[in-house]
């Protein structure tokens, strides 16, 4: 198996790109490939001022790395969620990201959730109605609710997230399965900014999860590898397997569903969404100040407060 472009060995074959690449060729190809994904949907351009998201595994790091070598203003934010493991997952995952920004000069926000508002995920998720007792429901407000306030304090023009085309499929496949129209709606690589809401855009969503680990990989990004312990079992990884085994009979499947939602979605047969915490939000929560749909706290500061 040779590389398409210079007949060395090649570390990569993409069939659904009907395309081999060496290590050298590769690297190229992602960091070329992710600047036209952010020309293509107009995420962004060399002026703006970016906030990454960033969790210390393969996709954030590396999303970092390839803006970071495009030339384009990134600063990093990492959410310690206080997420104990056997191999403390949530602190170790904060020093591959602390690693990574020190070694390249990049500047990194670090919110700790227990220290700064009081209580860790777990804990919160325990308290709360909100997901059953499993944290994701919990974890995931809070996380869009932090970044969303430190894009807007930092006055960033664009938060990005490196949901990568298997995360972004599996999510269309679910909403698609139960029809729900207004999550379709929302589903995008970039979601405008709205009144208290920050721009959001996700470069890697084109990318399938097996080039983001080669790019990490190949460009020997340090990444934690152990996945999130509260990760096992939900929906959405099921749904990767069901995909991933269409993929092997199939290639270039979950690329074509994904491109051709989102025409659907340009041309008008799905109807595009804001989220729902963002419509008609007119009241301002009394504690953090953002924009809520009814008057009172917002659900972020209702969690924190709860006892
Ligand atoms: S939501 Fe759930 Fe993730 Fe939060 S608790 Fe872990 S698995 S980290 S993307
Ligand atoms: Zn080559
Ligand atoms: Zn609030």
Redesign the pocket.
């Known amino acids: 198996m040779n590389c398409h472009r210079c007949n060395q060995k090649a570390a990569i074959r993409m069939p659904h790109h009907r395309l081999q690449l060496c290590k050298e060729h590769y690297l190229a190809w992602f960091i070329e490939h992710t600047d036209h994904t952010i020309r293509h949907y107009q995420m962004f351009d060399r002026s703006a001022h970016i906030l990454v998201a960033v969790?210390g595994g393969k996709d954030s790091l590396s999303l970092w790395d390839v803006l970071w070598r495009l030339g384009y203003q990134a600063d990093g934010m990492y959410i310690n969620?206080g997420?104990q493991s056997e191999d403390d997952y949530s602190n170790r995952s904060q020093q591959f990201a602390t690693d990574f920004a020190r070694q390249r000069g990049l500047k990194l926000q670090v919110v700790d959730v227990a220290h700064d508002y009081g209580k860790a995920?777990?804990e919160v998720?325990l308290s709360s109605h909100r997901g059953r007792g499993?944290?994701?429901?919990?974890?995931?407000l809070t996380?869009r609710h932090i970044m969303n306030r430190a894009a807007n304090d930092g006055h960033y023009d664009v938060l990005v997230t490196a949901h990568n085309l298997d995360d972004e499929v599996a999510v269309l496949f679910g909403n698609a399965l139960a029809w729900d129209a207004d999550l379709l709606g929302r589903q995008a690589p970039v979601l405008e900014a709205r009144p208290g809401f920050a721009r959001k855009a996700k470069p890697f969503c084109r990318f399938y999860e097996r080039e983001t680990v080669a790019y990490a990989l190949l460009q020997q990004i340090p990444y934690i590898e152990e996945?999130?312990?509260?990760?096992v079992g939900?929906k959405q990884l099921s749904y990767k397997t069901l995909l991933n085994n269409l993929e092997e009979e199939q290639p270039g499947i979950k690329l074509n569903y994904y491109v051709n939602f989102l025409k659907a979605c340009d041309s008008g047969l799905i109807r595009r969404h804001v989220p729902e915490e963002e419509d008609e939000a007119s009241n301002r929560c009394p504690s953090c100040g953002q924009l809520t749909t009814a008057p009172g706290l917002c659900a972020f500061c209702k969690l924190f407060t709860q006892a």
């Open positions: 969790s969620l997420i995920i777990p998720a499993k944290p994701c429901a919990v974890c995931g996380k996945e999130c312990p509260y990760s939900s």
